[in-house]
Nanobody
Framework: QVQLVESGGGLVQAGGSLRLSCAVP????????MGWFRQAPGKEREFVAA????????YYADFVKGRFAISRDNAKNTVYLQMNSLKPEDTAVYYC?????????????????WGQGTQVTVSS
């Protein structure tokens, strides 16, 4: 079983920034395409961003384009989500996920491993 460990969530005012991290211990991190999803109370989990195995390709949901940036450091086995210009509607639990086969997928079922989630709360 592959463990994904998120960190970096918290409470921030609207307009502020946070950087989420997701560490994947082990030697196989570069073999996973990574994604970030989020789930707000009472809503379904939704795609936020993803990148390819090398990080050379990135994909974003329309509602975060220009505000969020996904990146990865394969030497540190970590993927990041830099979130700027945060809005109250960005409040959710954020999850990272790893896919062996699919790069940039928007679909939850295409991901093989999931983290436990980290809470992001944006106050108005």
């Amino acid at each position: 079983q592959v463990q994904l460990v998120e960190s970096g969530g918290g409470l921030v005012q609207a307009g502020g920034s946070l950087r989420l991290s997701c560490a994947v211990p082990g030697r196989t991190f570069s073999s996973y395409a990574m994604g970030w999803f989020r789930q707000a109370p009472g809503k379904e989990r939704e795609f936020v961003a993803a990148n390819s195995w090398s990080g050379g390709s990135t994909y974003y949901a329309d509602f975060v384009k220009g505000r969020f940036a996904i990146s990865r450091d394969n030497a540190k086995n970590t993927v990041y989500l830099q979130m700027n210009s945060l809005k109250p509607e960005d409040t959710a639990v954020y999850y990272c996920a790893a896919s062996i086969v699919y790069s940039g997928s928007y679909y939850l079922d295409d991901y093989d491993y999931w983290g436990q989630g980290t809470q992001v709360t944006v106050s108005s």
